[in-house]
């Protein structure tokens, strides 16, 4: 709807992240248990408070001509799209996924023991990557949910990890998206809601 409406206003208040093999789709179910929509995918639990950072950024290139001071024409040359966050927990699928890639092994002959080695160089790990809110509207009290996945992409930054007396460890994870090789979407929004319905 055009014009102001506050019911259009959008709070992340609460949300998930999650990880699928590439390629996997975000999922267009809403069902009464969001475990059950996201069945493939792996939650990753915990993030920092600040959230996530969604950010696109597109550099275009000026095409510049004698007969004017202005840039006539602009072309694209690149689409960064990222997702920015800190995850709180360290398991399994939270830790390999911040170091790039591997497995979390158990200890031959040791309970309780597990190892997870860190390679000699980097290689690459791509994964799905979704993410879902929820919000309730100021009008109605209804609720809607968002939901927001990148089928490829890989880690391509990670923050330093700081360990003190004070504070939780976190893995602070910069994602980035990648072109599929058959020309689909880079990335996704599936929304339950009204606001977008045809008026």
Do not use: C
């Not at 699928?20 to 920092?48: I, Q, R």
């Not at 023991?113 to 290689?123: G, L, N, T």
């Amino acid at each position: 709807m055009a014009g102001t409406n506050s019911s259009e206003i959008r709070i992340a208040g609460a949300g998930r992240l999650y990880v699928a093999t590439a390629d996997t789709k975000v999922p267009t179910t809403f069902s009464t248990d969001t475990a059950t929509d996201w069945a493939s995918w792996k939650n990753l639990g915990f993030t920092s408070g600040d959230g996530v950072t969604f950010s696109k950024k597109d550099k275009l290139e000026p095409v510049d001509v004698w007969q004017a001071v202005s840039p006539v024409h602009f072309v694209y040359s690149d689409r960064d799209l990222t997702l920015k966050f800190s995850l709180m927990q360290f398991n399994e699928d939270t830790l390999p996924f911040f170091m790039g890639g591997g497995t979390v092994d158990a200890v031959t002959g040791s309970t309780g023991v597990y190892k997870y080695d860190i390679a000699d160089r980097p290689f690459a790990d791509v994964r799905a990557l979704g993410l879902e809110f929820t919000d309730v509207k100021a009008s109605d009290g209804t609720t809607v949910t968002y939901r927001f996945g990148i089928p490829r992409g890989q880690v391509t930054a990670a923050d330093d990890i700081k360990l003190a007396r004070k504070s939780a460890a976190q893995l602070g994870i910069t994602y980035t998206a990648m072109a599929a090789a058959d020309g689909s979407a880079l990335a996704s929004f599936v929304m339950k809601d009204s606001a977008y319905a045809a008026s």
